[in-house]
């Protein structure tokens, strides 16, 4: 198995800029994408980024592209996401994800085995 480990979130104003990460442990070779997503009250989960592990291919959802930025050390077995211009619509739980993906899935929640506790993220 894979345990994933996010750390990073909290409040900030908008406008602001906050950074998560997630550490992978475990049977790290049986992954070859982490993703982030996140779910807001009363709301499906959404996958909002993606990176293929080594290869540096990314995937972001509409509602990120142009602020996010997710980025993975290979070495030390973590996914990064960068969030910029935060604005109060990107309050929600956020969770890493991690999984041997279909690259054309790459932001489907079904896709991925592993799936980290979530940290929350607050814009206001």
């Known amino acids: 198995d894979v345990q994933l480990v996010e750390s990073g979130g909290g409040s900030v104003q908008p406008g602001g800029y906050l950074r998560l990460a997630c550490a992978a442990s475990?049977?790290?070779?049986?992954?070859?994408?982490m993703a982030w997503f996140r779910q807001a009250p009363g709301k499906e989960r959404e996958g909002i980024a993606a990176?293929?592990?080594?290869?540096?291919?990314?995937y972001y959802a509409d509602s990120v592209k142009g602020r996010f930025t997710i980025s993975e050390d290979n070495a030390k077995n973590t996914a990064y996401l960068d969030m910029n211009n935060l604005k109060p619509e990107d309050s929600a739980l956020y969770y890493c994800?991690?999984?041997?993906?279909?690259?054309?899935?790459?932001?489907?929640?079904?896709?991925?085995?592993?799936w980290g506790q979530g940290t929350q993220v607050t814009v206001s």
């Open positions: 994800a991690a999984g041997d993906v279909l690259s054309l899935r790459a932001l489907s929640a079904d896709e991925y085995t592993y």
């Open positions: 475990g049977k790290t070779y049986s992954i070859d994408y």
């Open positions: 990176v293929y592990i080594g290869g540096g291919k990314t």
